[in-house]
């Protein structure tokens, strides 16, 4: 049994002993020059999955986002996105520093979708006052709205409506292939009218690091610009190239067992006064606590070996993933049943 079960993230996955074997064997050359096989089949590979001309590889998501923001806008240029979104909440304010682009941020709803009036309506008609309305950015799985799965009327509704008022289509898919897992429409379809696409190696798909950003061969090309000016040139990276290989073969397609667990996760928290659980579409489960505080319950849930993250003044969040078993959701219950007890919840 674990002494501790980790659901605080599932970038919290350990690289299996196959996926090492992968990495320690991979061939490799300097990707700045272009010529690390492994690092070129892993963005011939994901780009296909995608449905897109190019890829490319790089460090971390918050990378793969700015570089969609860079490419798909000019500074001054306004962005429109989610005000629950990952790249409005949670990547240091990239978009401005650094793409130097102003955010407008429109209401997510629970379901992680915009409206598409509101999306219209933020459009700003030419005018020398305004800055020129470029870009909206979508997340697909959404990652504050519980894991949400956009429908794909949603994504076709809001991808329309963007095109057709002129602006580029940018899709924070870190987690698109738990998206893939739980409506059965692969990821090429989800991502079909986005402009660029990002995701994550480095969550449920079990990698220590890694992501790619996928486009039109141009736009790619000025993606690999923009990487290398942000310090996101690698060189023998194919070590880290192969890891993603393992992982879209084998750790892809079994993404619906964390959503089977996070399901039965979220089922056992419901029998708890304390706890008030989303119905996890996916693999995140967040948590309104009607009783005690986070931060209280944060720390005896840590003391019974079971971690979780504060997702708000009144929420929590669990995520399950490749390193946590039906058996371990069963033994972080077990284990917060008790400490619930303790606490008289
Ligand atoms: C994790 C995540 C990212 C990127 O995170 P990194 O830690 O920089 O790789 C981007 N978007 C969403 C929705 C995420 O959950």
């Known amino acids: 049994m674990k002494d501790v079960i980790d659901l605080r993230s599932d970038t919290v996955t350990r690289p299996s002993e196959a996926m090492r074997r992968a990495m320690a064997s991979a061939e490799v050359g300097d990707d700045v020059f272009g010529d690390d096989p492994t690092v070129n089949r892993l963005e011939t590979v994901a780009a296909e999955m995608l449905g897109k001309e190019a890829a490319l590889f790089v460090p971390s998501g918050t990378m793969a986002n700015l570089i969609g923001v860079l490419v798909n806008t000019r500074p001054g240029d306004e962005i429109l996105l989610g005000d629950e979104c990952h790249i409005f909440n949670y990547e240091v304010g990239s978009a401005a520093r650094i793409a130097?682009?102003?955010?407008?941020?429109?209401?997510?709803?629970?379901d992680g979708s915009m409206a598409v009036e509101d999306v219209l309506a933020a459009v700003r008609p030419p005018n020398i006052h305004h800055p020129r309305t470029s870009l909206l950015c979508l997340e697909n799985t959404h990652n504050r709205c519980g894991g949400a799965v956009l429908a794909i009327e949603q994504m076709d509704a809001l991808t329309a409506a963007a095109h057709g008022a002129g602006l580029r289509v940018h899709l924070d898919g870190a987690r698109v292939f738990n998206a893939q897992a739980a409506i059965g429409v692969p990821a090429a379809r989800i991502a079909r009218d986005c402009d660029t696409v990002s995701f994550c190696f480095s969550k449920g798909l079990g990698c220590p690091v890694?992501?790619?950003?996928?486009?039109?061969?141009?736009?790619?090309?000025?993606?690999?610009?923009?990487?290398?000016?942000?310090?996101?040139?690698?060189?023998?990276?194919?070590?880290?190239?192969?890891?993603?290989?393992?992982?879209?073969?084998?750790?892809?397609?079994?993404?619906?067992?964390?959503?089977?667990?996070?399901?039965?996760?979220?089922?056992?928290?419901?029998?708890?006064?304390?706890?008030?659980?989303?119905?996890?579409?996916?693999?995140?489960?967040?948590?309104?606590?009607?009783?005690?505080?986070?931060?209280?319950?944060?720390?005896?849930?840590?003391?019974?070996?079971?971690?979780?993250?504060?997702?708000?003044?009144?929420?929590?969040?669990?995520?399950?993933?490749?390193?946590?078993?039906?058996?371990?959701?069963?033994?972080?219950?077990?284990?917060?049943?008790?400490?619930?007890?303790?606490?008289?919840?």
């Not at 750790?251 to 996760?265: I, M, S, V, Y």
């Open 100 to 110: 130097g682009v102003q955010t407008h941020a429109l209401r997510n709803a629970a």
């Open 210 to 345: 890694g992501s790619v950003v996928c486009g039109s061969s141009d736009t790619v090309a000025e993606a690999r610009r923009h990487r290398k000016m942000l310090g996101g040139g690698m060189r023998q990276v194919g070590i880290l190239a192969a890891a993603g290989l393992y992982a879209l073969e084998h750790n892809a397609g079994r993404l619906g067992e964390d959503h089977a667990n996070a399901k039965r996760l979220a089922a056992g928290l419901r029998q708890f006064e304390a706890f008030v659980p989303n119905e996890p579409q996916t693999n995140i489960v967040v948590v309104d606590v009607v009783r005690g505080t986070v931060d209280g319950w944060l720390a005896a849930l840590r003391e019974a070996g079971v971690l979780a993250v504060a997702f708000g003044p009144r929420r929590l969040r669990m995520v399950t993933h490749l390193d946590v078993t039906t058996s371990d959701v069963d033994e972080a219950l077990a284990r917060i049943a008790r400490t619930a007890a303790v606490a008289g919840a």
